[in-house]
C-alpha cells in the first residue's frame, strides 16, 4: 500500500515539473510592434465620452494649470500648433493631447498607403494587412511619435479613434459632431477643471466668420465649434490654432495672434520629421501624413510662425 502511494506521489512530482502544453486561448495584444520598435497604441480604445485619465492625473488647489490640445486627424497637433506644445512642456504644464479620430477617411489611404504594400502591417492582427484598421493605427503611432517627440508623456495621450474596431465604413467612422466632442471635452473639463483647453481653428484666413478652410473639413469645424460653445457654456478657457493657413502664400497668413520662436520651431520641424516623415528615410517611417498634405507640411516647415486666435477674436 504504501508502496503505490509513493509511487503515484513521484509520478504526480514528474508531471509537475514537464512542460505544459501551450494555452490555446488567443487574446487581443495591446498593441503591435513595428520595425523601428514603436508601439502602437491600444487597438480598441473606451467608447468617445468614456475614457477617463488616471485619478493621479487630477489637478488639485495650487497645482500647475493643465492644458489639453485636442486634434480631430494624426498631424493636426504638429501642423497647427507644435510650438505651443513645446512652450508648454517646457513651462512645465502639464499637457495632455487628445486624437479625437485616426483620420481613416484621408486621402492617403488610396492614393498612398495601398500603393506601397511593402509599408503595410498587420497591426490590428486580423490577418489582413493594409486594410483601413492598418491605416488607422499606422496613423495613431505616427500622431504618437510626433507628440512624445515634444516632450508629452505617453500617458498623457488619449485615443477615441475607431480603427481596429471594424473596417467597415471607415469614412463615416471619422467623424465625431460637436455634441460628442463636446462631451469628450466636459469629460477633461471635469478633471482638470482649470484647464486651458486648445484645439484647431475651422477657419483658413484671418477673419474667424470667414468663408472657411482650403481643405474644408468637418471635423475641424465640429472641434472648434464645440470648444467656442464650451466656453461661452461653461466658461472654459479656450484657444485655436490655425492649421490650412499654410497653405495659403505667406502673405496672406494672418491671425489675430502670431507667435513663434526658433528653438521652438526646431523642435516642431523634429516632430513633423519624427513622426510623419517621408518614407524610405532610414528611420523607416511610413510617411502618411507628409503624403497626405505634403505641401502644408513643406510650408510649416518653413515658416517659423504659428497662427492663433481667441474666444473674443470671434465677436
Request: proline content about 7%.
Given at each position: 500500500m504504501l508502496a503505490s502511494l509513493l509511487a503515484a506521489f513521484v509520478i504526480a512530482a514528474m508531471a509537475g515539473c514537464a512542460p505544459r502544453a501551450p494555452s490555446t486561448a488567443v487574446t487581443t495584444p495591446p498593441g503591435s510592434?513595428?520595425?523601428?520598435?514603436?508601439?502602437?497604441?491600444?487597438?480598441?480604445?473606451?467608447?468617445?465620452?468614456?475614457?477617463?485619465i488616471e485619478q493621479s492625473a487630477e489637478e488639485t488647489p495650487g497645482s500647475k494649470t493643465a492644458?489639453?490640445?485636442y486634434s480631430p486627424h494624426p498631424d493636426d497637433?504638429?501642423?497647427?500648433?507644435?510650438?505651443?506644445?513645446?512652450?508648454?512642456v517646457r513651462a512645465k504644464r502639464p499637457v495632455y493631447v487628445v486624437l479625437l479620430t485616426d483620420g481613416e477617411a484621408s486621402r492617403a489611404f488610396a492614393g498612398y498607403?495601398?500603393?506601397?504594400?511593402?509599408?503595410w502591417r498587420d497591426?490590428?492582427?486580423?490577418?489582413?494587412?493594409?486594410?483601413?484598421?492598418?491605416?488607422?493605427?499606422?496613423?495613431?503611432a505616427e500622431f504618437t511619435r510626433a507628440v512624445t517627440s515634444l516632450g508629452v508623456p505617453r500617458d498623457h495621450i488619449t485615443y477615441y479613434g475607431a480603427a481596429g474596431r471594424s473596417?467597415?465604413?471607415?469614412?463615416?467612422?471619422?467623424?465625431?459632431?460637436r455634441a460628442q466632442i463636446m462631451q469628450i471635452m466636459r469629460g477633461f473639463e471635469k478633471r482638470f477643471p482649470h484647464a486651458l483647453h486648445v484645439t484647431v481653428m475651422k477657419y483658413t484666413d484671418g477673419d474667424p466668420r470667414g468663408a472657411g478652410d482650403a481643405f474644408p473639413q468637418q471635423e475641424h469645424r465640429a472641434a472648434c465649434e464645440a470648444l467656442r460653445r464650451l466656453v461661452d457654456t461653461d466658461h472654459v478657457d479656450g484657444e485655436f490654432y490655425k492649421v490650412y493657413v499654410y497653405d495659403l502664400p505667406p502673405a496672406k497668413r494672418w491671425a489675430p495672434h502670431i507667435e513663434g520662436d526658433t528653438t521652438d520651431h526646431r523642435?516642431?520641424?523634429?516632430?513633423?520629421?519624427?513622426?510623419?516623415?517621408?518614407?524610405?528615410?532610414?528611420?523607416?517611417?511610413?510617411?502618411?501624413?507628409?503624403?497626405?498634405?505634403?505641401?502644408?507640411?513643406?510650408?510649416c516647415v518653413t515658416d517659423t510662425r504659428e497662427y492663433r486666435t481667441e474666444p473674443e477674436d470671434f465677436k
Open positions: 510592434q513595428v520595425e523601428t520598435g514603436t508601439t502602437v497604441p491600444p487597438i480598441r480604445p473606451a467608447a468617445p465620452g468614456t475614457q477617463t492644458v489639453i490640445f497637433e504638429s501642423l497647427a500648433a507644435a510650438q505651443a506644445i513645446r512652450r508648454w498607403y495601398r500603393r506601397h504594400p511593402e509599408l497591426y490590428d492582427r486580423d490577418g489582413d494587412s493594409g486594410d483601413h484598421a492598418d491605416f488607422g493605427l499606422a496613423r495613431r473596417t467597415r465604413d471607415a469614412l463615416r467612422r471619422d467623424f465625431f459632431p523642435a516642431k520641424v523634429a516632430a513633423l520629421e519624427d513622426g510623419y516623415d517621408r518614407a524610405g528615410s532610414t528611420r523607416d517611417h511610413l510617411g502618411i501624413g507628409w503624403a497626405s498634405v505634403p505641401e502644408t507640411f513643406r510650408a
